[in-house]
Nanobody, 118 residues
Framework: QVQLVESGGGLVQAGGSLRLSCAASRSTFSLDTIGWYRQAPGKQRELVATIARGDSANVADSVKGRFTISRDNAKNTVYLQMNSLKPEDTAVYYC????????????WGQGTQVTVSS
């Protein structure tokens, strides 16, 4: 089992910045990938950015150059630095972790709201 606890969401004006944090209950080295998805009202959940065990990152085109994913392995925490925020970035942001054992285990945090005002 992996518990994921997100923090750092909030209300920000367009052009502003926020940093999301996701603390995992076990070492991020044990996870195949960890990262962020988001879901806006009336839309499907979409990938924002994930980082693999080898530190390769997968970042959505819509946020490239504005969002940066990173992790602190000593703290079992992954971060999403979001700069130049736009109203269309408004969504609930979910932390996700995938771990392959005998089966593929897929874990989600409770989500944190990010609202960008114009």
């Amino acid at each position: 089992q992996v518990q994921l606890v997100e923090s750092g969401g909030g209300l920000v004006q367009a052009g502003g910045s926020l940093r999301l944090s996701c603390a995992a209950s076990r070492s991020t080295f044990s996870l195949d990938t960890i990262g962020w998805y988001r879901q806006a009202p009336g839309k499907q959940r979409e990938l924002v950015a994930t980082i693999a065990r080898g530190d390769s990152a997968n970042v959505a085109d819509s946020v490239k150059g504005r969002f940066t994913i990173s992790r602190d392995n000593a703290k079992n925490t992954v971060y999403l630095q979001m700069n130049s925020l736009k109203p269309e970035d408004t969504a609930v942001y979910y932390c996700n972790a995938v771990r392959s054992t005998v089966i593929i285990e897929d874990y989600w945090g409770q989500g944190t709201q990010v609202t960008v005002s114009s």
